[in-house]
T-cell receptor, first 113, second 108 residues
């Protein structure tokens, strides 16, 4: 049974056209994370929510925004995608911020034309 | 700044071989994670360690806190073990710091 679900699995958008990626979880975890992973690189944390508390990484571009309307759902909005934003976007959850295991979704592969 | 180094970067093995992947980090940590990522796929958490050793099936993970070093072992390797294995460390409430991964190919 899927615990962290991401939709869509593949997303194609045009340069500058806003796009929203979706993540949902059935684990009732407090923390949800969004990572960007480019080819052959380690995942890079963009931001995370602890409950409704939003935490943005210092080097996350303003082009990336996030929403968490409730415990189960979290969205990644890319306001004006550039070619450099093409990547795999991974959502993850954990019960808390300290030592708990992170559960990752299958990812959304974003292509920007 | 906490840095995570993995070795080797790439590893090719014959089916049935015993495999070891190493991870070193530079500062004290609260937990270390081993993750598996198949090509084009999401990430699966294999182990979370703060001390000692854990075993799950053919996978064994060990950590030496004093030496700031962890190893992931795969016994009787199989082609389906082919994946990228990532070490990531946690310090308190700070985000996970990831290694660059080890790409493993197991050939039948």
């Amino acid at each position: 049974d899927a615990m962290v679900i991401q939709n869509p699995r593949y997303q194609v958008t045009q340069f500058g056209k806003p796009v929203t990626l979706s993540c949902s979880q059935t684990l009732n975890h407090n923390v949800m994370y969004w990572y960007q992973q480019k080819s052959s690189q380690a995942p890079k944390l963009l931001f995370h929510y602890y409950d409704k508390d939003f935490n943005n990484e210092a080097d996350t571009p303003d082009n990336f925004q996030s929403r968490r309307p409730n415990t189960s759902f979290c969205f990644l909005d890319i306001r004006s995608p550039g070619l450099g934003d093409a990547a795999m976007y991974l959502c993850a959850t954990s019960r808390d911020l300290t030592t708990d295991t992170q559960y990752f979704g299958p990812g959304t592969r974003l292509t920007v034309l | 700044k906490n840095e995570v180094e993995q070795s080797p970067q790439n590893l090719t093995a014959q089916e049935g071989e015993f495999i070891t992947i190493n991870c070193s980090y530079s500062v004290g940590i609260s937990a270390l994670h081993w993750l598996q990522q198949h090509p084009g796929g999401g990430i699966v958490s294999l182990f979370m360690l703060s001390s000692g050793k854990k075993k799950h099936g053919r996978l064994i993970a060990t950590i030496n806190i004093q030496e700031k070093h962890s190893s992931l072992h795969i016994t009787a390797s199989h082609p389906r073990d082919s994946a990228v294995y990532i070490c990531a460390v946690k310090v308190g409430n700070t985000p996970l710091v990831f290694g660059k991964g080890t790409r493993l190919s197991v050939i039948a």
